[in-house]
């Protein structure tokens, strides 16, 4: 655990890794965003630790800043975005019956992942 997993918007490292609940330390780069997504066995709640943050949430967009959250729960539309000019980085903890980075749906990616 605690490897860095490059991503083409920054990356991830896994903290904690149990039956139904994984924590993530996440970096995304300045001007960078993860794909529009859901997963259909998880919710996950995510932590701003540096930077701010721009989080779509269904049809809501949320600005988040140090220390804010949001919570996103299974098979809920979602993406997290980068808007500043510094790294964002964040926690994500996970919970749910399958935690697998398989559980995803992929709506809109600036990266071309289906």
């Known amino acids: 655990m605690n490897e860095k997993?490059?991503?083409?918007w920054g990356w991830f490292e896994i903290h904690?890794?149990?039956a139904n609940?994984?924590?993530?330390?996440?970096?995304?780069k300045?001007?960078?965003r993860l794909s529009l997504q859901s997963h259909e066995h998880r919710a996950e709640n995510w932590v701003v630790v540096q930077?701010?943050?721009?989080v779509t949430l269904g049809e809501e967009i949320v600005k988040l800043e140090k220390r804010q959250s949001v919570f996103i729960?299974?098979?809920?539309k979602h993406r997290m975005e980068n808007p500043g000019k510094e790294e964002l980085v964040f926690i994500e903890v996970q919970t749910g019956t399958y935690l697998g980075e398989d559980d995803i749906t992929r709506f809109q990616d600036d990266f071309g992942r289906s």
């Open 51 to 54: 930077g701010q943050a721009l």
């Open 16 to 18: 904690l890794e149990e």
């Open 21 to 28: 609940l994984k924590i993530k330390r996440i970096m995304v």
């Open 30 to 32: 300045p001007g960078k």
């Open 5 to 8: 997993e490059e991503r083409p």
């Open 73 to 76: 729960p299974e098979k809920t």
